[in-house]
């Protein structure tokens, strides 16, 4: 009886397991246009927005309904964002979304070499799709 039991954990830890790990895995994910349903996750590219000292990916969620929250990392140079994996809970399509980019090196990254989305299509590598870097505007004039 306790074979068993120490059988059917292990194989859910194993399984649980691989199933985290596809999400924690950093590479070529899905495009910025549609997701393989047809569904669009963003309602127009995510931008960086520089303020002050910080900055932020801003999106709003296109027809997708689920969570998701892309990944960076600095490669080459640059600010590499990808999203890998999405969740099947939530209800944020429309919604804006924003989240804070941290770390010396993806901020020197991203200051020397720019932000860019990392597509699957075309196999095996992908392609790099540029984001834009959105400087805060100006207060205008009082008259």
């Known amino acids: 009886m306790r074979t068993g039991f120490v059988t059917v954990v292990l194989a859910a830890v194993m399984a649980l397991g691989g199933c985290v ?8 994910g899905f495009s910025l246009t549609a997701t393989p349903l047809g569904e669009t996750l963003f309602s127009a590219p995510p931008v960086v927005q520089h303020r002050g000292e910080q900055y932020f990916l801003a999106w709003t969620q296109g027809s997708y309904p689920y969570f998701f929250q892309p990944d960076y990392k600095a490669m080459d140079g640059r600010l590499v964002f990808a999203l890998a994996a999405t969740s099947s809970s939530g209800s944020l399509a429309a919604r804006h979304r924003e989240m804070k980019i941290e770390g010396a090196d993806n901020l020197q990254a991203l200051q020397r070499g720019g932000a860019y989305w990392w597509e699957r299509e075309p196999e095996p590598d992908g392609t790099f799709v540029p984001l834009k870097i959105v400087e805060p505007s100006s207060p205008t004039a009082a008259p």
């Open 21 to 28: 790990a596809l999400g924690w895995r950093f590479g070529p």
